[in-house]
């Protein structure tokens, strides 16, 4: 195992970060970590980087890629994360959909998708969940009925949070409804144009202020093209793209602005006329966090490289996605006991101390746990798959 990087991709990396340096303001990585990129200026961001030739870089070189290796990617998405700048606006288009669509789309979906994901013209929304499948996703209602040439779809998801600007729809319907199959078996993925008439989208608040969306369709009409893959083999789909997302989306990287902030507020804020960097219990909240960041930076580069390698994954990117989140909470957790009662102070305060980040990130920590499937379930997939345990 040899978690090295080449002469290339070192290179790549110090011009990577002389770009992100000068484009990557304090502006666009607010509405990065705050409103998930739907601001402009974010948006104008992922073009600019697409434009300089910073994405899609592992894709083929006939729709729009570089066909150099999934290396590139991650550390496209680790520099990101090192400037607040984790969830660039092309969230779900470049690190999920599209390498779907590349293993099973069709040739004319991969002409017209992926060169537009990779110029950053476009953004999708995942829609998987459903209010009463959630967990289990597989008890899906949401229908999609053939009807000549298109499928008419019906129905309800929610928590579709990147709906309310997303030009695209990455849909997971029910296309076949006996009753005697096993319910995962009759799913199929579709790409929906996100102004097609019938689909109406609400706002759902979190409490870290951050929207996602519930979605209703109602006779919602969709070209049969737009059928990602085989009819009913959506479900396979799926599951087949989950380890390569959790190994995009759950860059421990992203964790590293919240410790560097932890650690200069520590050097440069006095508490009872001492720096508060002399306080050893600060010193081991932060130690700790230290050691948990180096750890949660292995389990990355371990399932990164078998990807990266082609070596089957079967759940590491699953503890990665675990430690990585839970990590998340830990880490604003002591945030809390070391910014004591002004953590929990707003970003309008006249007192706030780092920008109010601390107190955002604690109430948006507790969703890390949740989506893109829970820590819970995600025991489950390390005592099944990686330990050989029987399904409870
Ligand atoms: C802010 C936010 C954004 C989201 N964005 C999207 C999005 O863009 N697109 C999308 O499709 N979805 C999205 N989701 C949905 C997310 O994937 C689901 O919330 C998640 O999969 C859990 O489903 P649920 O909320 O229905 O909870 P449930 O499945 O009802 O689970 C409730 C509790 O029961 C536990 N539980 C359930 N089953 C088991 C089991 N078998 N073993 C042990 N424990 C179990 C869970 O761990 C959880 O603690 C988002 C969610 C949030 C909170």
Redesign the pocket.
């Known amino acids: 195992m040899d978690f090295g990087y080449t002469r290339e991709e070192e290179d790549f990396r110090e011009r990577l970060c002389k770009f992100l340096d000068q484009e990557l303001t304090e502006e666009i990585a607010r509405q990065n970590w705050e409103d998930k990129g739907v601001g402009p200026e974010a948006r104008e961001f992922s073009r600019k980087l697409a434009a300089n030739g910073f994405l899609g870089i592992s894709w083929p070189k006939e729709y729009g890629g570089q066909g150099l290796s999934p290396t590139y990617d991650f550390i496209l998405l680790d520099e990101l994360g090192k400037r607040w700048g984790a969830h660039v606006p092309l969230d ?1 288009g470049y690190t999920m959909v599209g390498h779907t669509i590349l293993r099973r789309g069709s040739e004319e979906m991969k002409k017209e998708f992926l060169p537009k994901i990779v110029r950053g013209e476009i953004e999708f ?5 459903e209010p009463n ?5 597989a008890a899906m209602k949401m229908r999609a009925v053939e009807e000549g040439d298109v499928y008419i779809i019906n129905g309800q ?6 709906a309310h600007y997303a030009e695209y729809h990455w849909l997971a319907t029910r296309t076949d409804f006996d009753p005697n199959i096993p319910k995962h078996r009759g799913i199929s993925l579709f790409i929906v144009d996100m102004d097609s008439p019938g689909i109406t989208v609400r706002p759902l608040w ?1 409490m870290s202020g ?1 929207r ?1 969306n519930e979605v209703f369709y109602e006779d919602v009409r969709v070209p049969k093209n737009r059928l990602v893959g085989e009819k009913n083999k959506g479900f396979y789909y799926m599951m087949e793209a989950i380890d390569s997302e959790r190994n995009h989306v759950f860059t421990p990287c992203r964790l590293m602005p919240i410790l560097n902030d932890l650690v200069r507020y520590a050097q440069e804020t006095d508490f009872n006329g001492k720096p508060l960097a002399l306080d050893p219990r600060v010193q081991d909240l932060l130690a700790q966090a230290a050691i948990e960041m180096e750890i949660a930076q292995v389990f990355a580069e371990h399932s990164r490289w078998m990807e990266s390698n082609n070596i089957p994954m079967t759940y590491e990117p699953e503890v990665t996605k675990i430690f990585v989140s839970e990590l998340e909470q830990r880490l604003v957790n002591a945030g809390m006991q070391i910014l004591g009662l002004y953590s929990q102070l707003e970003e309008d305060s006249k007192w706030v101390p780092l920008k109010g980040r601390i107190e955002w990130y604690f109430l948006h920590s507790f ?1 890390t746990t ?8 995600g025991r ?1 997939v390390i005592a099944q798959r990686g330990l050989g345990l029987p399904r ?1």
């Open positions: 779900v929304c995942l829609g998987y969940t499948a959630g967990s289990d996703l998801k929610t928590f579709n949070t990147e979190t951050e996602t969703m949740i989506g893109a499937g829970t820590s819970e379930v489950n409870a």
